[in-house]
């Protein structure tokens, strides 16, 4: 008996080193792709207001760190740039410390960025630079650089140039008239390449965009909120994924979780429910760890799943709405507009089911087999990248 005893210990302890390893390995190979450790690089938020007595105002919100660091759009975080250490550097100074080290820069970025209208090019200058304090070091920090020209009262339509060493870059523009209390915003246009935006129109700018045109603009951010960059909401479908290979269970838990942001969606958009981001995004975090927490402990759906699926779902559908507000509606379009990003958002979320169903349902048709090598070590990562990030949003927010 004692000796039987040894060996089923010996085997057992065998096993779980063996178990150890593989998780080892998947956690590594994990780690190597997903930045959760590092500043996301993010492109640069542009807004052009055109007034009426000739002023022009452009307000470009991104990092100054990155800019003076040469960290753009061919990064997916700050670590992959050679100057991480010197963006570390920056990210700690205190505001006053970086606005003195951004002025070597400002020729610079005069002479790169370019405004022209009807084809002629507007002298642009520096009126402010936007600091705020460095805060929780682990996020990026958002910096606003305030540009001011004059442009004629005939012109006709405006292009923007930001060059792409300097990042990626969402842009639209506002025509204003102080006197009547009149103004419009344009759609986003998003430039991922280095060429000037395409022609805002400033003698048409309140009217109603082509159909096609906010079905292509909005399709795209919705796509583009899940794939590549919406990483919170990438994970938790991933985690819903994880529980089973069965694609009915599966069918049923996308459903609920899209019906549910879907009406968050629409109700945070046109502002029939509102919540504080602070309290939004840790609980977005939050919701991906309980999913992944329930796949260590559940071995197959049970009866509540669907309703916490519909529940997290509405908080990553006011997550979405937040988004959405950032990005813009069309005047006149905004019905069109939301349909047309929650499709977008829907291809994102199809795209990465789809492609995890069919990927590994080639490798591992048993179920067992599955939440052996899949379930249990990538529900152990989706958990704890879950749990560091809401505890890095509840001391970014509420700190």
Known sequence: MLLASRSFESVCVDRLKQILRQLSLFLTAITLYLPVSADVVKPALVEISVYTDERVEIEIRTSVEALLTEINGRFRNTTESPNAEAYDRFREMSADDLTVAFR????????????????????????????????????????????????????????????????????????????????????????REDRPTDPFSLTEIFGQPSQIKVMN????????????????????????FLMTLKLKPLIWQATMFTLAHSITLTAGVFEWIRLPVAI?????????????????????????RLPVVFAFGLLHGLGFASMLTDFGLPEGAYIQALLWFNVGVEFGQLAVLFA????????????????????????????WIGVSWCYDRILYFWT
């Open 356 to 383: 995890g169903y069919f990927v590994l349902s080639i490798w591992f048709s048993r179920e067992s087999t599955f939440r052996r090598w899949v379930t249990l070590p990538g529900s152990v990562i989706i958990g």
């Open 217 to 240: 603009t909005y399709v795209e951010a919705g796509f583009f909120h899940i794939v590549p960059r919406g990483w919170d909401h990438m994970l938790f479908i991933m985690g819903i």
């Open 280 to 304: 939004v995004e840790p609980l977005i975090a939050l919701s991906i760890a309980y999913v992944a927490i329930e796949n260590l402990f559940l071995k197959r759906l049970s009866r509540f």
């Open 104 to 191: 070597s820069f400002h020729d610079r970025l005069l002479n790169g960025v370019q405004l022209a209208v009807d084809g002629k090019a507007v002298p642009l200058q520096i009126a402010a630079v936007d600091i705020p304090p460095p805060g929780y070091t682990k996020v990026p920090r958002a910096s606003v650089i305030y540009l001011e020209g004059h442009i004629p009262r005939d012109a006709l339509a405006l292009t923007w140039y930001y060059p792409l060493a300097f990042g990626d870059q969402a842009v639209r523009v506002r025509q204003v008239n102080e006197e009547t209390n009149q103004w419009h915003w344009s759609a986003h246009q998003w430039i």
